[in-house]
T-cell receptor, first 113, second 115 residues
Framework: DQQVKQNSPSLSVQEGRISILNCDYT??????FLWYKKYPAEGPTFLIS?????DKNEDGRFTVFLNKSAKHLSLHIVPSQPGDSAVYFC????????????FGSGTQLTVLP | DVKVTQSSRYLVKRTGEKVFLECVQD?????MFWYRQDPGLGLRLIYF???????EKGDIPEGYSVSREKKERFSLILESASTNQTSMYLC??????????????FGDGTRLSIL
């Protein structure tokens, strides 16, 4: 039972345009959400996060939106750059010890020059 | 900057061998985690630890054990390696929940092949 789902395995976007990556979750106890970026042969790098008390968090070109009623979050990258090409994982955490994360299966973003 | 170091980038072992994967973090983090990453499955939690000598099972602990004798070091042990344990293994660390919402910081991973 996948509690965090990324339904698009891949996404291609033209350089300079907006990239929108989507993520859905089923567990109502999740209250902290994160996006990680992963290049081949490297570990995931933390990108941006959002707490369930907010519906938007912005950091430079990256914005995460949270729709709690729909149990949906999205990552917007504007403008997209070729260096953004990577696998993006969304993750969620519920209240509890150690804050373990549940990850989605990832979306491969390719930004075309 | 947080540094999580995994002892090997690539490792090849044989079926039935006992395999040790080592992870060290330099930020005095209480929490440490072991994941495996497989295509189409994302990252799945194997074990985690929130204190020295403490461990808890994650989603897929079968065939694995862990050891945390010192705060900075968390070891993953494959008791008797099997081919279905061929995977990318990722270690992570984080501050505890009492420090507010904190992201996990990952090492670069160990690509383990079991022949």
């Amino acid at each position: 039972d996948q509690q965090v789902k990324q339904n698009s395995p891949s996404l291609s976007v033209q350089e300079g345009r907006i990239s929108i990556l989507n993520c859905d979750y089923t567990n109502s106890m999740f209250d902290y959400f994160l996006w990680y970026k992963k290049y081949p042969a490297e570990g995931p790098t933390f990108l941006i996060s959002i707490s369930s008390i907010k519906d938007k968090n912005e950091d430079g070109r990256f914005t995460v939106f949270l729709n709690k009623s729909a149990k949906h979050l999205s990552l917007h990258i504007v403008p997209s750059q070729p260096g953004d090409s990577a696998v993006y994982f969304c993750a969620a955490s519920a209240k509890g010890s150690a804050r373990q994360l549940t990850f989605g299966s990832g979306t491969q973003l390719t930004v075309l020059p | 900057d947080v540094k999580v170091t995994q002892s090997s980038r690539y490792l090849v072992k044989r079926t039935g061998e006992k395999v040790f994967l080592e992870c060290v973090q330099d930020m005095d983090h209480e929490n440490m985690f072991w994941y495996r990453q497989d295509p189409g499955l994302g990252l799945r939690l194997i074990y985690f630890s929130y204190d020295v000598k403490m461990k808890e099972k994650g989603d897929i602990p079968e065939g694995y054990s862990v050891s945390r004798e010192k705060k900075e070091r968390f070891s993953l042990i494959l008791e008797s390696a099997s081919t279905n344990q061929t995977s990318m293994y990722l270690c992570a660390s984080s501050l505890p929940r009492g420090g507010g919402n904190q992201p996990q910081h990952f090492g670069d991973g160990t690509r383990l092949s079991i022949l």
